[in-house]
């Protein structure tokens, strides 16, 4: 029995001086170190810290024009597809030329009595009345006869992209059911440029203005940022939200924005250049962190600045180069013997 309670004790005297979790180390006397912590270093460098407001929703193309006629016509020819990327007047659709040889026949008509009822006029054989009743209708033939010519041929109203076609050959395009709904023949947008509309906190408006930089993040590219601008912010609230309306403008030169795609706008409400940079993992709070020095951790108090999610700039406290700890800070004090992982 009295054996059993040696070997009992024994075994516990074992387990506590292993100490708290971690490894073991030798200071600079070659004596082994109970308990060091594990810990994780990133030098202090210079770099940018970008603080930002971020707003998602969906993303336009910079332009979405419907392209329609301004009169109901048959639509007697598409020439092009969806997708299909188009130049500033290149020709879209033809629609029947049936209107225009009416409106034509009577522009003619009209143009024919104008001509004689002018010289009735010159020879005082009918009333300036009579006469500007003819001449009334004779500018509004005209205005219809032009406007019939301008519905024959649809074109593209800048560079762009087909992003749609609403008819098929053969139907009836209804001017009048038009109005108000916006259908179209087609559909043309331009992706040279992107905008996303955000609805904004009044918090975070007066930290907006015209011109200010910004980029935009899609999951489908999540390395890429695409920069821009703020276009206009809104002055005025929305009496339902309370929010301010903010538009973003953003380059896609590249084409691999779409119209449609879900992101997130980033706009730089503050920015600090060539500055001090450390991780946020690296702060125990809004002034304290702990640099690796050989196998000791040292307590460190900075004055920071400008601030991310991700990243912190340092005004004073450090330098550029010394091994600031960024994972394994907890439970630290200073002069704790540490482990830095390689």
Excluded at 55 to 74: F, L, N, Q
Excluded at 131 to 141: L, W
Excluded at 274 to 300: P, Y
Aim: with cysteine.
């Amino acid at each position: 029995m009295k054996r059993t309670i040696l070997l009992f004790l024994g075994i516990m005297l074992l387990l506590a001086g292993c100490g708290k979790p971690g490894e073991d180390t030798q200071n600079n006397s070659g004596k082994v170190v109970v308990g060091s912590l594990r810990t994780r270093v990133i030098p202090a460098h210079i770099g940018n810290v970008l603080q930002t407001v971020n707003y998602s929703g969906t993303i336009k193309g910079y332009r979405e024009v419907p392209v329609a006629p301004g009169m109901s016509s048959w639509v007697t020819k598409i020439l092009v597809k969806e997708g299909d990327k188009v130049h500033k007047g290149q020709l879209l659709a033809k629609l029947s030329p049936e209107q225009l040889k009416q409106a034509e026949a009577q522009f003619h008509a009209a143009e024919d009595n104008y001509n004689r009822m002018k010289t009735l006029l010159e020879q005082n054989s009918i009333s300036q009345q009579q006469f500007d009743q003819i001449e009334a209708g004779y500018k509004a033939a005209k205005a219809m006869f032009e406007l019939a010519a301008k519905n024959t041929e649809l074109r593209a109203p800048f560079n762009g992209i087909v992003a749609s076609i609403n008819s098929e050959e053969g139907e009836f395009f209804n001017a009048m059911m038009a109005v108000g709904s916006s259908p179209s023949v087609l559909t043309v947008i331009d992706q040279s440029k992107v905008k996303m509309e955000s609805e904004v906190s009044e918090r975070d408006i007066v930290k907006i203005k015209k011109g200010q930089r910004g980029f935009l993040t899609v999951e489908a590219y999540p390395d890429t940022a695409f920069w821009g601008k703020v276009e206009s912010a809104e002055h005025l609230a929305d009496p339902m939200s309370g929010t301010y309306k903010v538009t973003s403008v953003f380059e896609n030169s590249s084409g691999k924005l779409r119209s449609g795609m879900f992101a997130t706008t980033h706009i730089i409400v503050a920015e600090a250049d060539s500055a001090i940079v450390i991780r946020q993992s690296a702060l125990v709070n809004d002034s304290l962190i702990f640099i690796a020095d050989g196998n000791k951790a040292r307590a460190r108090k900075v004055k920071l600045g400008i601030q991310n999610d991700s990243l912190a700039q340092v005004i004073s406290g450090i330098k550029v180069g010394e091994p600031v700890i960024v994972e394994g800070t907890l439970g630290l004090f200073d002069g704790a013997p540490i482990i830095v992982k390689k």
